[in-house]
């Protein structure tokens, strides 16, 4: 922070997204620490594949399966720590939504830090691979167009509260229904963002969904 003359929000920022890149890992209450390099060959998708709107509902397809049983066992594992972790990641993306500012980041840190609740390491690790490209107004501009007035924020912003509060009181079975419903209404979300981008397309040609947004836009 002294030394770039940044706030401690900018600061967590970017350690969240040098995280999701794999190349730090964060000790509550201890400290973040640069990792060695992944071995070549791990599970990786190419963020140019997830660029077409069929691969961005495909990898929801796949979070869906992978993160409604991320979120049961993390409401059986979880710690104090990782939970206040949770809190922290949303009230940042709640801070972030009042000021129009990035919400990509807490709400991955979100996501990430239930799959370290798991106490398996192999949930975090393939959300780390998969990073904020998971997140599909990362890749798809309709998306943002949509969103005039926020309500996409809104709603996610209230279905991640549904998740936390699952997780708080060691609820596994309401956590898994919880993190279902979320990840079922992005997949719905994203679908008539889509619709609306071709209906509004000049003699209903479809719309270049795949152009990344500029600015701060809604996340998943």
Same mark, same amino acid.
């Given at each position: 922070?002294?030394?770039?003359? &940044?706030?401690?929000? &900018? &600061? #967590?920022?970017?350690?969240?997204?040098?995280?999701?890149?794999?190349?730090?890992?964060?000790? =509550?209450?201890?400290?973040?620490?640069?990792?060695?390099?992944?071995?070549?060959? /791990?599970? #990786?998708? @190419?963020?140019?594949?997830?660029?077409?709107?069929?691969?961005?509902?495909?990898?929801?397809?796949?979070? %869906?399966?992978?993160?409604?049983?991320?979120?049961?066992?993390?409401?059986?594992?979880?710690?104090?720590?990782?939970?206040?972790?949770?809190?922290?990641?949303? +009230?940042?993306?709640? #801070?972030?939504?009042?000021?129009?500012? +990035?919400? &990509?980041?807490? @709400?991955?840190?979100?996501?990430?830090?239930?799959?370290?609740?798991?106490?398996?390491?192999?949930?975090?690790?393939? /959300?780390? =691979?998969?990073?904020?490209?998971?997140?599909?107004?990362?890749? %798809?501009?309709?998306?943002?167009? =949509? !969103?005039?007035?926020?309500?996409?924020?809104?709603?996610?912003?209230?279905? =991640?509260?549904?998740?936390?509060?699952?997780?708080?009181?060691? !609820?596994? !079975?309401?956590?898994?229904? $919880? /993190?279902?419903?979320?990840?079922?209404?992005?997949?719905?979300?994203?679908?008539?963002?889509?619709?609306?981008? #071709?209906?509004?397309?000049?003699?209903?040609?479809? $719309?270049? @969904?795949? $152009?990344?947004?500029?600015?701060?836009?809604?996340?998943?």
């Amino acid at each position: 922070m002294q030394a770039y003359g &940044v706030s401690r929000t &900018v &600061v #967590r920022e970017a350690l969240s997204k040098l995280q999701a890149a794999g190349l730090v890992e964060t000790h =509550h209450g201890i400290g973040t620490f640069v990792l060695q390099p992944k071995a070549a060959g /791990m599970f #990786r998708l @190419d963020a140019s594949e997830l660029a077409a709107s069929v691969d961005v509902l495909a990898v929801l397809e796949l979070r %869906i399966s992978l993160e409604t049983e991320s979120a049961g066992l993390a409401a059986t594992r979880r710690t104090e720590d990782q939970l206040a972790a949770m809190r922290e990641a949303l +009230d940042d993306f709640e #801070r972030n939504v009042a000021v129009a500012g +990035d919400t &990509v980041a807490p @709400d991955f840190r979100f996501h990430l830090e239930i799959a370290q609740a798991t106490g398996n390491p192999y949930f975090a690790d393939i /959300m780390s =691979h998969l990073g904020t490209t998971i997140i599909p107004r990362t890749r %798809i501009n309709a998306i943002r167009n =949509h !969103d005039r007035r926020g309500e996409y924020l809104t709603r996610v912003n209230r279905e =991640h509260e549904e998740i936390y509060a699952a997780i708080a009181r060691r !609820d596994p !079975d309401s956590a898994r229904a $919880a /993190m279902r419903i979320h990840l079922t209404n992005s997949r719905e979300r994203l679908r008539i963002a889509q619709e609306a981008a #071709r209906s509004s397309a000049p003699g209903g040609a479809p $719309a270049s @969904d795949a $152009a990344p947004a500029s600015g701060p836009a809604p996340s998943a």
